[in-house]
């Protein structure tokens, strides 16, 4: 191999690149993991390979896997220094959804306790 040729994967995934041929190589690497992670969730929910419990987790394992794999090679999200704001910024991002769902499973928990008082259980809680 030439120098030239050892540069283009001298770079890590979600590194800047100097040539649009390893970047495209990078991006190809990805979709084929993404792809391969796809075929093996839907071939684990299908089958009976895992015990049944176990199809949860394993699903959620991949589905991890498949998050990290869109964040380094689509999203470029590294753990170089400069890369401060784009961690942040997911961060937050991760926080609003948690907050989101956490508030959604609060909210109809609640109202799911409330559907089934009478209107003279509802009346008399009022009044407290």
Known sequence: MTEDEDNLL????????NNILSE??????????????????????STGVLWGPGVATGLV????????????????????????????ALAFGA???FLVMIGTIWIMAHMNAN???????????MQH
């Open 24 to 45: 495209s190589l990078l991006y190809i690497v990805g979709l084929a993991l993404a792809l391969i992670l796809t075929g093996v969730s839907f071939w684990v929910a």
């Open 10 to 17: 001298d770079v890590a995934p979600g590194q800047p690149h």
């Open 61 to 88: 394992v991949l589905a991890i896997a498949q998050i990290g794999i869109h964040l380094v090679f689509f999203l470029h999200i590294t753990s170089g220094p400069d890369n401060t704001n784009n961690v942040l």
């Open 95 to 97: 926080l609003i959804v």
């Open 115 to 125: 559907v089934g008082m009478s209107p003279e259980m509802m009346n008399l809680q």
